[in-house]
Nanobody, 123 residues
Framework: QVQLVESGGGLVQAGGSLRLSCVAS????????MGWLRQAPGKEQREFVA?????????KYADSVKNRFAISRDNAKNTVWLQMNSLTPEDTAVYYC???????????????WGQGTLVTVSS
């Protein structure tokens, strides 16, 4: 069974950068779309951050991260990345990698989830 495993979270100062990685452990990517969602402290719902199509030609971003974050993938390496620049304390959250059959959705309706990686941005 393929599992999504995130890494790269940590503590960073405001204005800094982090690069999150998500690897499909135990197999290959089986989902068409891959995405990143986040859950901020004290919030119940996960917020869509970014999504990418199978071939990488189509990407979608939340307005709050446009021009700061970039999603990419390499299917041969079964890996998807989220490059995060110009981080602010409002970006503090647990970041989840997710996979979905079909296209990217900005809702929480994804088919597979990783365990999450914590990103903390200090002011």
């Amino acid at each position: 069974q393929v599992q999504l495993v995130e890494s790269g979270g940590g503590l960073v100062q405001a204005g800094g950068s982090l690069r999150l990685s998500c690897v499909a452990s135990g197999g290959t990517f089986t989902h068409d779309a891959m995405g990143w969602l986040r859950q901020a402290p004290g919030k119940e719902q996960r917020e869509f951050v970014a999504g990418i199509s199978w071939g990488g030609s189509s990407t979608k971003y939340a307005d709050s991260v446009k021009n700061r974050f970039a999603i990419s993938r390499d299917n041969a390496k079964n890996t998807v990345w989220l490059q995060m620049n110009s981080l602010t304390p409002e970006d503090t959250a647990v970041y989840y990698c997710a996979g979905r059959w079909g296209g990217v959705t900005t809702t929480e309706s994804w088919d597979a989830w990783g365990q999450g990686t914590l990103v903390t941005v200090s002011s």
